[in-house]
């Protein structure tokens, strides 16, 4: 089993900027294997990928809506996954997600991944 806990998410103004961290729990989680990924929903959509990482080689993925904006990272030495969000934009606002899966095929499908956090929210005002 594998636990994710979400903290960091809360309101913010247009432009502004947010940190989002994800700890990782559970002696299940193999870094050789597993993917990390953030995903969002906001009220009436789908759930969708932001962004990725391979957690052993560290290789990235990114929605188009937030490249240049969104930088996710993970520290091997604490389980932690980051994703720091620069020049927030109202549609930005959603619930967001930590999630796992191993062997991940493809990282936008959310099908694929086996462990969810309990969501944070993210609010942009304008």
């Known amino acids: 089993q594998v636990r994710l806990v979400e903290s960091g998410g809360g309101l913010v103004q247009v432009g502004g900027s947010l940190s989002l961290n994800c700890e990782v729990f559970?002696?299940?989680?193999?870094?050789?294997?597993?993917?990390v990924g953030w995903f969002r929903q906001a009220p009436g959509k789908e759930r969708e990928l932001v962004a990725s990482?391979?957690?052993?080689?560290?290789?990235?993925t990114y929605a188009d809506s937030v490249k240049g904006r969104f930088t996710i990272s993970r520290d091997n030495t604490k389980l932690t996954l980051d994703q720091q969000m620069n020049s927030l934009k109202p549609e930005d606002t959603a619930v967001y997600f930590c999630?796992?899966?191993?062997?991940?095929?493809?990282?936008?499908?959310?099908?694929?991944?086996?462990?969810w956090g309990q969501g944070t929210q993210v609010t942009v005002s304008s």
């Open positions: 990482i391979t957690w052993y080689s560290g290789t990235t």
């Open positions: 999630a796992t899966g191993g062997d991940i095929d493809s990282t936008i499908d959310d099908s694929e991944y086996d462990y």
């Open positions: 559970g002696r299940t989680f193999n870094r050789y294997r597993n993917t």
